[in-house]
């Protein structure tokens, strides 16, 4: 029976069963979570309920808050602004603000997630072509040319332990100085900062690959150098690149966000966070997350697709 | 002009000097290592600092290093103050948090094939997302203090550490492992004198991935509200009021704060897994 099951249904099962097991424990903390607010929100309507007064309530545990008042409890699990939503609720709002309003034919409304999450992916992809076109041909030179090697690659390294979010404000600052007046722009410099250095390490690892046994067979072919690039060294990256692709597009997914976070932003995901946080509608900051980490899965998928495509063309066994 | 002039001289001195010494027969010793990408860090500053001085830069949009050295001496009281908020309340202790819950985790699960099988991927999944995110979550959660901070920080660096360390004690091979039942090794045995010292490199690559995610979780967290000190504060309030030399010291300390942070980890590394072939000399 089991043999007839395809080995990736197989490997579908303890994934889903985990996913079960994390979003039944969500629902279980909405109740501890939510207690207080639901405590408040019954008060104000006028129930009776045990302690009286938040401020009374709020040196008392919310086990014993939950023990004392369970008729409350479920009013935790339909709260406007909830401390923590149920998963339920997430999905509606994230329902409510892409499916619902394309349907309407309003998807490129200011309301509407897709919009946002457009806005952020145009800068992700901005990000990560000039981080990867940076990151390639600093490997390239770094392979080539010694002193580029010895000067560049420790300043590389040094550059990722700088947290670039203290410079993010600085970089809007001065583009904004210099004229630039799209937001985008700023955005994609500080995701191009996070996603050049996986691509540059990647390269460099990938355009090393060859080894010297090869490299001499292309030179008693009489190869020239631009030849021996383009036959040996660059097809023989390609795994290294893919591999260091993926966890660029995320990482410039997140130098986006950041981006967005700290500078005003007004359209962009990390803007919907903002603004859910500035005006206290704490399910625009979930659904805004959730949207983020689908477009993350999609980007990674996506580069995933391509390798594989790839590695099938070029005859390599993935 | 002339300031230009000598950056540009200068830089074509520096490039030619680190050419020669990178193709010279000194090239492998570690003065010269040391010595040339230190010249090329040189070169940049002076590029800025004669950048700045010769096209007239307004020190509002960009100061010149010098005037971020003077600043940065001058107010070492206040950034003593903000690296204590961010950097030891807020990222070194919701670091500690999660590297100690994430290899505990994946002890835990590791002891089942099948949560492997499925927190693995779903590690993977989360370690790739912007989880910055969750700092205005967090910070309405545990307040404005370093509490919130350290929160945002501990789920920044729990996934990376998990998935490394659950990859890491699969790297002991089944021979190995049959030597240590043959010495009738119990399982706490195996896990602490073979496994875990032969996870040690998987778990040290994600602790410097993790490092730098430590710093940009506490200072982002401090966007989203802070008392009135910690460097994301600083920067914030110091872009607003225009006092942009004592923002690019701030940078400064959160670039040496953050390199020192690598540099230990690297060091530690160094120590622990010794018998590895990537630090063997």
């Known amino acids: 029976m089991t043999k007839a099951v395809p080995a990736w249904v197989r490997s579908l099962i303890p994934i889903l069963s985990v996913l079960m097991v994390l979003l039944a424990i969500w629902y279980v903390a909405v109740a501890p979570m939510n207690i207080r607010v639901a405590l408040d929100q019954a008060e104000r309507a006028g129930e009776v309920v045990v302690p009286e007064g938040s401020v009374v309530r709020r040196d008392i545990s919310v086990w014993r808050l939950m023990l004392d008042n369970p008729g409350v409890i479920s009013g935790g699990y339909d709260l406007d602004r909830p401390r923590l939503p149920t998963p339920a609720q997430v999905g509606q709002e994230l329902w409510k603000t892409t499916g619902e309003m394309a349907m309407k034919g309003r998807a490129w409304s200011k309301r509407s997630l897709i919009y946002h999450a457009w806005i952020t992916l145009q800068s992700t992809l901005w990000g990560f072509a000039l981080g990867t076109s940076l990151g390639i041909i600093g490997a390239i030179a770094i392979v080539y040319s010694r002193v580029a090697d010895m000067s560049l690659m420790p300043w590389a390294i040094i550059s990722q332990t700088i947290p670039i979010v203290a410079l993010a404000p600085m970089i809007i600052v001065l583009s904004s100085q210099m004229g630039i007046d799209s937001r985008g722009v700023p955005k994609a410099i500080i995701s191009a900062y996070l996603c050049y250095f996986p691509v540059l390490v990647g390269m460099v690892k990938g355009l090393r690959a060859p080894d010297i046994s090869q490299l001499d067979l292309l030179k008693t072919y009489d190869a020239t150098g631009l030849q021996s690039f383009l036959k040996l060294r660059l097809p023989a990256s390609l795994p290294y690149l893919f591999t260091s692709l993926k966890v660029g597009i995320a990482a410039a997914l997140v130098g986006t966000i950041v981006g967005e976070l700290p500078t005003g932003a007004i359209s962009g995901l990390g803007a919907r966070i903002l603004i859910g946080d500035q005006f206290g509608t704490p399910l625009a900051i979930w659904a805004a997350l959730f949207m983020a980490a689908i477009l993350a899965g999609l980007l990674v998928s996506l580069l995933d697709g391509l390798q594989r495509f790839a590695a099938r063309r070029m005859g390599l066994k993935t | ?281």
């Not at chain 2, 202790?93 to 949560?115: E, K, N, P």
């Not at chain 2, 927190?119 to 969750?134: R, S, T």
């Not at chain 2, 545990?142 to 929160?151: E, Q």
């Not at chain 2, 923002?247 to 953050?258: C, D, M, S, T, Y």
């Open chain 2, 1 to 281: 002009m002339s300031a230009v002039g000598f950056a540009i001289m200068f830089w074509l001195g520096a490039w030619a000097l680190n050419t020669w010494l990178a193709n010279s027969r000194w090239r492998g010793t570690r003065t010269v290592r040391i010595f040339v990408p230190a010249l090329f860090g040189i070169a940049l500053l002076v590029v800025w600092e004669d950048s700045v001085r010769g096209f007239d830069v307004s020190p509002v949009i960009l100061p010149a290093p010098s005037v971020v050295a003077q600043t940065f001496v001058a107010s070492l009281d206040i950034l003593w103050i903000d690296f204590v908020q961010t950097v030891i309340k807020g990222a070194i202790s919701g670091f500690a948090i999660g590297v100690t819950a994430g290899i505990l985790c994946a002890i835990a699960i590791d002891r089942s094939g099948f949560l492997t099988q499925g927190l693995l991927p779903i590690g993977n999944f989360f370690a790739a997302l912007p989880i910055v995110g969750v700092a205005p979550i967090m910070v309405n959660w545990f307040g404005f203090d370093w509490h919130s901070k350290a929160a945002v920080v501990v789920v920044m660096v729990f996934f990376p550490i998990l998935v490394n360390t659950v990859a890491g004690l699969r790297a002991a091979d089944a021979l190995q492992r049959d030597l240590m039942r043959t010495y009738a090794a119990g399982y706490l045995q195996t896990l602490f004198k073979l496994r875990l010292p032969a996870a040690m490199p998987f778990i040290f690559n994600g602790l410097k991935i993790v490092t730098t995610l430590a710093l940009i979780g506490a200072i982002v967290a401090e966007y989203f509200g802070s008392p009135t000190r910690g460097m994301g504060f600083r920067i914030s309030t110091g872009v607003g009021s225009l006092s942009i030399d004592l923002v690019w010291a701030e940078i400064a300390v959160a670039a040496l704060a953050g390199t020192a942070f690598y540099g230990l980890v690297a060091l530690l590394e160094k120590r622990v897994t010794f018998w590895h072939p990537s630090q063997r000399q």
